[in-house]
């Protein structure tokens, strides 16, 4: 049975990590769609000013094809799937894991006001609506205890959930 299942949030929330974890303790292949990109030459052009790819978003498509596993990204709610996580965590926390990866504090400042605006769960739920989301929030808590959260979401031991995080007290 094909499964699909993506796992998406603001950069720095823990997504790779934690589908890397996911794929361990399950039968579930992932895709780490952002080095695909990079690697196939998946993008349009490079943003200098935020040093980033421009993903094409046709070709991902193309490339991917009929895909299953879990499928991990900032950009993985644009594609199709049965279910979506979406990977939550406070602004401050966040923006301490992207200085750690040192990222630009341009990058920071939008990716944490990002994440305040709850961006990418409005474009998830958009796109796969309420029933299909389930919104997780990482925000100190260890990998593995996300990676449990999934896993119940997944296996039906959690009910979806959205709008149980926020963060618009940072703004």
């Known amino acids: 049975m094909?499964?699909?299942?993506?796992?998406?949030?603001?950069?720095?929330?823990?997504?790779t990590t934690v589908?890397?974890?996911?794929?361990?303790?399950?039968?579930?292949?992932?895709?780490?769609?952002?080095?695909?990109?990079?690697?196939?030459?998946?993008?349009?052009e490079r943003d200098a000013d935020r040093d980033s790819l421009v993903a094409d978003v046709a070709a991902v498509a193309e490339w991917l094809g009929e895909w299953d596993g879990i499928l991990d990204s900032h950009l993985a709610h644009l594609f199709d799937a049965?279910?979506?996580?979406?990977l939550r965590c406070h602004p401050e926390e966040l923006k301490e894991r992207?200085?750690?990866r040192d990222e630009s504090e341009a990058k920071v400042a939008e990716n944490a006001e990002s994440?305040?605006?709850?961006?990418?769960?409005?474009?998830?739920v958009?796109?796969?609506?309420?029933e299909s989301v389930y919104e997780i929030d990482t925000?100190?808590?260890?990998?593995?205890?996300?990676?449990?959260?999934?896993?119940a979401a997944i296996e039906g031991e959690m009910e979806p959930r959205v709008?149980?995080?926020?963060?618009i007290d940072y703004l």
């Open 126 to 130: 958009e796109r796969f609506g309420e």
């Open 82 to 86: 049965d279910e979506a996580v979406v």
């Open 115 to 124: 994440e305040a605006l709850d961006v990418i769960l409005a474009e998830t």
């Open 19 to 44: 589908s890397d974890l996911v794929a361990a303790r399950t039968d579930l292949d992932v895709i780490h769609l952002n080095d695909a990109i990079r690697e196939e030459e998946l993008f349009t």
């Open 2 to 15: 094909t499964r699909r299942l993506v796992i998406t949030g603001t950069p720095g929330t823990g997504k």
């Open 98 to 100: 992207l200085r750690e």
């Open 163 to 167: 709008g149980t995080v926020d963060f």
């Open 139 to 151: 925000t100190d808590r260890p990998p593995e205890s996300v990676a449990d959260d999934v896993i």
